[in-house]
């Protein structure tokens, strides 16, 4: 099992980023996907989850209606598009499938700052 997670940078408040996880090693169509974060000093975060088809997803309140999550199951790769970008948001950002898998990639990092 392998993810590899790009897309981050340094960007403005107000910003958008679109991150992108390609992973492999499994049948990447039968699995939930998530996005997690984690900030220096803090426990890792669940920020978006999809289902196996795309058809449903979940965000929690802190980033509800600014972050989408997506993906080709075609290219065994999801999305996370991040709008509205806040200080806050700052974080290494991995990807996983749901049950989580013990291999976690690099992650990406997005810094949102001015």
């Known amino acids: 099992v392998q993810f590899v997670e790009s897309g981050g940078g340094l960007v403005q408040p107000g910003g958008s980023l679109r ?10 169509s039968s699995y939930t996907m998530t996005w ?5 000093g803090k426990e890792r975060e669940s920020v ?3 289902s ?3 058809g449903y997803t979940n965000y929690p309140d802190s ?3 600014r972050f989408t999550i ?3 199951n075609a290219k065994n790769t999801v999305y996370l598009q991040m709008n509205s970008l806040k200080p806050e948001d700052t974080a290494v ?3 996983n499938r749901i049950p989580l898998s013990q291999y ?3 992650g990406t990092q997005v810094t949102v700052s001015s």
Do not use: E, N
């Open 93 to 95: 950002y991995y990807c």
């Open 48 to 50: 978006a989850f999809i």
């Open 52 to 54: 196996s088809t795309g």
């Open 63 to 65: 980033v509800k209606g």
């Open 19 to 28: 991150l992108s996880c390609a992973a492999s090693g499994f049948t990447f």
């Open 104 to 106: 976690w990639g690099q």
């Open 70 to 72: 997506s993906r080709d």
């Open 36 to 40: 997690y974060r984690q900030a220096p």
